[in-house]
């Protein structure tokens, strides 16, 4: 057994960590920081890109304090994917904020394009529904609204990328813009057929492609640190860049198609390997899971904009400390009573893709208590779930099995349970919830030559309804959810399931 060390960094939208791994998946020391999201109106979402690296640096020094001097054979980076953000080449600093995975305000660029006629070659190219939560309309926004951004990216002094460019860029002191091919299939500017950004998609966007990084393997020597850029030493070297959804994948050990897996954060992320590139026909995006040398692996995707994020709003908005006071409170009715949550605070993603969405609450009466809304809201998380795992098992053709489930909420015992039941399937929840930044760390290791172990199962949960109860709830899910489309009625139709 090797004795050698990778230092984990998961960049996430609501905390980043730094975890210490050892080539047997063991976790010697791990830091982690709390960032900031800020929502200057509604829809949109945004962070200060100086405040993320400023938190890559905490963690790192609190991990290398811990560790004693420990040597670091190299970095594996994970990330929260879809945020994006402007920086001047010369001087480093970010030109506006970082545009976060959620924010909405490029909707206006993205409805301009699906008018023009545009949505189903978008789709063809990148997989990936036309939707706000990708890059590509970000960056023009950021370039349409910042006063001379324009004219500086057109002279080439600008560049564009999603956070792990960003802190690659800091780490090497500005030396290496690069990106992999995970998060650079989630811009909607990179052709996930040719492998490269597509000149097309970039004119239609207006990103000027001298702008954006250069697109490597997850598994690669992307450079090495600059002297003085965090507390660890110069040359160390960064072996592996992947998303955050991507990295949780790798990290469960799933190496063939089929596997599939849910990550529980602020939104929730499933994933499924296939085969090869598939064209979704019911709402669900393809993209590329990882990159290894020559090797391609491609996947299915369902992206959540609102999950754990919805237990956290209904807590608040009953007057609850947080969302494990939500959950001790929706232990004391058996079921929702007939209440549900729709969730669709910023828009409804995958299967729906509707940014127009708002949160609804149906079904309620004189019996309804707060214990009800807040089982409803758990509820919505796992009912979200499945409507993305059904539409993914269509799309695949074949039958999904065990959900592989990591993140905060994978530990809600209450919630894994209901998911296990509304599914009919069994779920097997992490013992680490770290699963990110640990398939981050054995991408880098599998770089050196060594085969992390996967992530184990903490807990298993099986069904324990009916499948013909399981689809009374899901009935009544789906009511609410039509309730609250035919609420925002939009003028155009989406074609987010055809890709």
């Not at 939208?13 to 800020?38: C, E, F, M, W, Y």
């Not at 813009?177 to 597509?198: G, I, K, P, V």
């Amino acid at each position: 057994m090797t004795s050698e060390l990778i230092l984990a960094i998961d960049q996430g939208t609501t905390n980043t960590k730094a975890l210490l791994v050892d080539a047997a998946g063991q976790i010697r020391h791990q830091a982690s920081v709390p960032n900031l999201v800020n929502y200057p109106q509604p829809g949109w979402a945004e962070q200060s890109a100086t405040a993320l690296f400023d938190g890559v640096r905490q963690v790192i020094a609190k991990v290398l304090d811990s560790a004693g001097g420990a040597t670091i054979a190299g970095i594996g980076i994970s990330n929260q994917r879809e945020s994006v953000l402007v920086w001047n080449a010369q001087t480093g600093s970010p030109i506006g904020p970082v545009v976060v995975w959620q924010c909405r305000r490029s909707a206006p660029k993205c409805d301009a394009l699906r008018a023009s006629g545009h949505e189903d070659l978008i789709a063809a190219k990148t997989g990936l529904a036309l939707d706000p939560l990708f890059p590509a309309a970000k960056i023009a926004w950021l370039l349409d609204n910042i006063p001379g951004a324009r004219e500086q990216a057109e002279r080439g002094d600008l560049r564009a990328g999603t956070v792990d460019s960003w802190l690659l860029w800091n780490l090497t002191g500005g030396t290496t813009h690069a990106t992999d091919h995970s998060n650079a299939a989630r811009t909607q500017l990179f052709n996930t057929e040719t492998l490269s950004w597509d000149e097309e998609l970039c004119a239609l966007f207006e990103v000027p492609v001298a702008m954006l990084p250069e697109v490597k393997a997850s598994e690669t020597r992307f450079g090495v640190t600059a002297e003085g850029a965090t507390a660890l030493p110069a040359g160390t070297p960064v072996l592996a860049m992947i998303g955050d959804s991507h990295a949780a994948l790798f990290g469960h050990g799933a190496r063939q198609p089929g596997a599939v897996k849910a990550t529980y954060g602020t939104g929730t992320s499933l994933m499924a390997l296939t085969p090869s590139r598939l064209h979704s026909r019911n709402g669900i995006s393809s993209t590329i899971a990882w990159s290894q040398k020559d090797t391609i692996q491609y996947a299915l995707e369902g992206n959540i904009s609102v999950s754990g994020q919805a237990a956290a709003f209904i807590a608040e908005l009953l007057g609850l400390e947080n969302a494990a006071a939500l959950t001790a409170l929706a232990r004391t009715v058996p079921d929702s009573n007939g209440v549900a949550f729709v969730p669709a605070l910023v828009g409804l993603g995958a299967p729906y893709w509707r940014s127009d969405a708002r949160g609804t609450v149906t079904g309620m009466s004189l019996g309804t208590k707060p214990a009800h809304m807040a089982r409803a809201a758990l509820e919505a998380i796992a009912f979200q779930v499945a409507d993305v795992y059904s539409a993914m098992q269509a799309d695949m053709d074949s039958e999904l099995g065990e959900l592989r489930a990591d993140g905060g909420a994978s530990r809600n015992d209450l919630l894994m349970q209901f998911q296990a039941d509304i599914l009919s399937r069994p779920v097997a929840a992490a013992a680490a919830p770290e699963v990110s930044a640990l398939g981050a760390a054995a991408l880098a290791f599998s770089s050196l030559g060594h085969d992390l172990p996967a992530v184990a199962a903490a807990k298993h949960f099986t069904p324990q309804i009916k499948a013909s109860f399981a689809q009374q709830h899901r009935q009544r899910w789906q009511i609410a959810v039509a309730q609250t489309l035919a609420g925002h009625p939009q003028e155009h139709e989406t074609s987010g399931g055809n890709q």
